[in-house]
């Protein structure tokens, strides 16, 4: 009988043992982790749309690359900007063959945060269905990282901007953790601008280095993916109010002919050569 405990004493501690060897990574590994996915509130009108979640997914199945080389997602008649950035601040494209390497791990809103939108109107006061004027969001920020990495990720640049309430008043974004490319767009008149509601505000490029980055020469978008911003002069989600003129029917345009900020600085530091 004692040798038959003993035998058994022994199978039991072999079982176990085999038990454990399922879960090798302490903690658990975060691409093992399954989310469950937010259900999304159905639109009650035009005006009215909900984020959708983002979290999980590659990033070449989420969104489209645009015409002006962005990766925009669809909300109706309207679209938004879906700026993915990288715990190390790398640029990873807007392509389906540059994002499919990729998975979004967080995003700046959380799902079914509201999106209002409103619409241009005729010469007899009657909105058109699908030319949107103005929108309380106007881009969504995805943490992401390579697919078959578990490195870790921090919310860093993943401050949550508020909406929009009006077209009166729009609020900083978060640039810190951005690639410099995926901040703005190079203007007409040659500076590097970002949208703000109706109206749109200067990015001015400072190097901590004290480098000069020449923002008319024929290769800037690939000078701009060397850097990373990890600094900016106004906070996240300081307040921007702007006015607008109206014709002589006493309807205001649909620019702004003034703005309580006319630019921020955003400091950069060049990235680091990838091993």
């Given amino acids: 009988m004692k040798k038959i405990a003993l035998i058994m004493i022994a199978l039991m501690l072999l079982l176990s043992g085999c038990s454990g060897s399922g879960s090798s990574d302490e903690g658990g590994s975060p ?6 996915f937010v259900p999304i509130n159905d639109s009650p009108d035009k005006y009215t749309f909900y984020i959708k979640d983002y979290v999980s997914r590659n990033c070449a199945s989420v969104g489209y690359e645009s015409l002006g080389g962005d990766r925009n997602d669809r909300y109706g008649s309207g679209y938004v900007h879906l700026i993915m950035i990288t715990e190390n601040g790398e640029y990873v494209g807007v392509s389906n063959e540059q994002l499919k390497n990729y998975v979004v791990v967080a995003q700046s809103l959380e799902p079914n945060t509201e999106i209002k939108f409103s619409y241009e109107k005729d010469e007899d006061g009657e909105e058109y269905d699908s030319l949107i004027e103005w929108q ?9 990282r390579p697919t078959k990495s578990s490195e870790e990720v921090t919310q860093k640049g993943m401050t949550a901007i508020n909406p929009d309430p009006d077209r009166y008043v729009s609020y900083v974004k978060d640039y810190v953790g951005r690639n410099l490319a995926s901040c703005g767009y190079i203007s007409l008149g040659g500076d590097y601008r970002d949208h703000y509601g109706l109206g749109n505000i200067k990015l001015v490029i400072v190097p901590t280095d004290g480098s000069y980055i020449g923002l008319g ?7 701009l993916k060397q850097y990373v911003v990890t ?25 702004a002919s003034w703005q309580s900020r006319e630019e921020i600085e955003l400091y950069v530091e060049r990235l680091k050569p990838q091993n």
């Fill in 217 to 223: 020469e024929e290769n800037i978008f690939d000078i």
């Fill in 31 to 36: 691409d093992t982790e399954k989310h469950e």
């Fill in 231 to 255: 600094g900016q002069s106004a906070a996240p989600n300081s307040e921007i109010k702007f006015k607008f003129k109206k014709d002589s029917d006493g309807q205001e345009y649909s620019w």
């Fill in 136 to 144: 309380s969001i106007s881009e969504i920020v995805l943490k992401v």
